[in-house]
């Protein structure tokens, strides 16, 4: 199996971009992936890896929950490196709403940017606290611990894995963590529990379901490169571990990205909340987009929302790198990307790069998050284009959640053509002190006062609570929100920036915008073509029918049965991963039983 730690064109400019030379390299200034550069350094000073660090048993908790970004955190956590403009900005804007944990190798250096005029002039102190310690790198998502809770909402605790990287002194950062905040912090370093694993290749809904690129399984496949052995475990193996853990029963796993040099997920893709993907788009055809398409497609066919129901997906498009030599990642660009943002409780810091792009992206975030206060941090100009190094602001960042989250979780109503009934509204509310009330207020028009309505337990399911907002006439647009109040006397909201944020549905017209969705042929362009990992074919069919899907090689030889038997009426989606199949020119041909047939032309690389 290939592995990932190669030195790339798009790595070589951000390098060139920071004056990197053969001769010395800042250790500050290491890009994500591994260059020959911190090889040579590496190889010439030694490497010593951690071979044991915290807890290295499962927490011992019958409940255990991994919380999700958006949750509320009590801390932003960044390693202070050559990027102080960048790093400056995020402590502006993070310190308003939680504590700043800062680890620094030289800490006066630290408070006296800060302080200082530069990047916008001084700052307070209030809500930093610099933690004096040694580190390699800026990129602590990767290298940090992650927020699990022992008793669902209780026990707070970390969690941490092997690096991958050989960078020893990023690798203990979390075992620092953990003792300034005086939590415990368990391990996956020791056998049998051992696995290699990314903070940016990772995202957790904050229910038991979580997202990764193959990444995971391929550096926890066995085998050797010129720094580690790596873990050997089957995927199953790696699901229980990650179980064991985290809590998570559902681990999503989709195939890598072809112009992504690290493989991790938070370059394209981000959950904004337990039911919607933001993805990072592109024009079709172009560089990874074809990829992200047909992995969202298989991830919107094989899975669900904890409530069952299919993920909503909002696409924010990619801007293309400025300048000559740039373009998208297939042309060598760097990868912009939007998705690389963090929340930090009612604040999403989002990377920014250039106007033309970037007031969409923000236009994006604010429609989709209301009340959110959504502040860009440019990442490729000022002289410090970290995105040069193939990371951005959810890069460099992590975060540490509360010790006593109040959750409530609710699936948003969709738009409605009922002018008849009322609209209820559900939602989990939970505390490990347990709710005292709840209440959703609602309104119709956000110039006018909210209406409150108390919430009511549904039968005897203590977590799940219900209220009705009346029904209302066609051309409204209604506004809500939830509010619980727990028996220690903690208080959320959700949307958390309530009432500035809110969800929202409209009642409309069924008979207005109406158009017709049927395709000349019911089987449409697959996707991505050329094709080397998870491939979706759409089809739409008028009526049920039976007959068969299947691919045949350029000499006619049929290489490959996707579906034989039935096929529904409507809009259908069917994969296959090709590469299991020899790189070539293939006919793609649904064949039905009462005679039709279809093909497409399909490239496998």
């Known amino acids: 199996m290939k592995r990932h730690f190669t030195y790339t064109s798009h790595i070589l400019l951000g390098l060139i971009a920071s004056s990197f030379t053969n001769e010395a390299i800042s250790q500050r200034d290491w890009a994500h992936a591994i260059t020959e550069q911190e090889r040579n350094h590496i190889e010439r000073i030694g490497f010593e890896p951690h071979q044991s660090r915290g807890i290295e048993t499962p927490p011992p908790y019958d409940e255990i929950r991994t919380a999700a970004e958006w949750e509320e955190i009590e801390a932003l956590t960044i390693a202070w490196t050559s990027f102080p403009c960048i790093q400056k900005q995020i402590v502006e804007a993070a310190k308003e709403e939680c504590t ?35 580190y390699n790198s800026i990129w602590i998502r990767d290298y940090g611990a992650n927020t ?27 075992d620092v963590l953990a003792e300034t905040l005086d939590l415990e912090i368990y391990s996956t370093t020791g056998v049998p529990n051992d696995l290699m694993n990314t903070g940016g290749n990772w995202m957790s809904d904050g229910f038991g379901t979580a997202f990764a690129s193959e990444l995971i399984l391929e550096e926890n496949e066995g085998g050797s490169t010129w720094w580690t052995d790596y873990p050997d475990h089957t995927s199953e193996e790696i699901t229980q571990i ?18 992504d040099g ?54 924010i498009p990619s801007p ?42 923000i ?3 604010e429609e989709t998050l209301p009340g959110y206060n959504v502040v860009g941090i440019d990442c490729d100009n000022n002289g410090e284009a970290i995105i040069s190094l193939s990371g951005a602001i959810h890069c460099i960042t992590h975060t540490v959640g509360i010790e006593d989250p109040l959750m409530i979780s609710h699936l948003p109503l969709p738009d409605t053509e009922d002018v008849l009934n009322d609209y209820t509204v559900e939602a989990y509310i939970s505390h490990r002190s347990e709710i005292s009330s709840a209440s959703m207020h609602w309104t119709t028009s956000l110039d006018t006062d909210w209406t409150t309505q108390a919430m009511d337990v549904m039968s005897d399911e203590t977590e799940n609570w219900f209220a009705n907002i009346p029904a209302q006439p066609i051309g ?24 500035e944020g809110y969800w929202s549905f409209d009642v409309t017209n069924s008979n207005v915008g109406v158009t017709d969705l049927n395709s000349p042929s019911p089987l449409l362009q697959p996707f991505p073509n050329p094709a080397s990992a998870i491939t979706c074919i759409p089809l739409h069919l ?64």
């Not at 006066?108 to 933690?131: F, K, P």
């Not at 990650?242 to 112009?259: A, Q």
């Not at 987009?289 to 997906?313: C, H, K, M």
Request: net charge negative; glycine share 8%.
């Open 100 to 134: 700043v944990i800062i680890f620094a190798d030289d800490s006066d250096e630290v408070t006296s940017y800060l302080t200082g005029n530069q990047c916008g002039g001084a700052l307070s102190l209030d809500n930093i606290q610099i933690v004096p310690t040694e």
């Open 148 to 174: 699990v809770y022992g008793s669902w909402n209780d026990d707070r605790l970390l969690v941490d894995w092997l690096y991958n990287r050989p960078r020893p002194d990023d690798d203990a950062i979390p």
């Open 242 to 259: 990650i179980e064991d853990f985290h809590g998570v029963d559902t681990y999503i796993t989709m195939p890598n990205l072809p112009y």
């Open 262 to 315: 690290i493989h991790h997920i938070d370059m394209h893709m981000k959950l904004l909340d337990e039911s919607t993907l933001l993805l990072a788009d592109y024009p079709e055809g172009v560089s990874d987009g074809p990829q992200i398409n047909a992995n969202i497609e298989y991830v919107l066919s094989n899975f669900t929302t904890r409530w069952g129901t299919p993920f909503d997906v909002i696409r």
């Open 320 to 361: 293309p790198e400025q300048g000559f030599g740039g373009g998208y990642p297939d042309q060598n660009g760097w990868y912009l990307t939007y998705t690389n943002s963090v929340f930090v409780n009612n604040t999403i810091l989002l990377p920014t790069y250039y106007t033309e792009y970037d007031t969409t992206a």
């Open 363 to 365: 236009r994006i975030y």
């Open 476 to 499: 409204t647009t209604v506004y809500y929100y939830v509010e619980a109040n727990a028996n220690s006397g903690k208080t959320g909201t959700r949307p958390m920036p309530a009432p």
């Open 542 to 605: 008028t009526r049920a029918m039976k007959g068969q899907l299947f691919l045949t090689n350029s000499l006619g030889q049929r290489s490959m049965v996707i579906h034989d038997g039935d096929f529904r009426v409507g809009n259908q989606k069917h994969f296959f991963n090709a590469q299991d199949l020899s790189a070539g020119a293939y006919l793609l041909t649904l064949d039905l039983n009462n005679g039709q047939r279809w093909t497409e032309h399909l490239m496998i690389r």
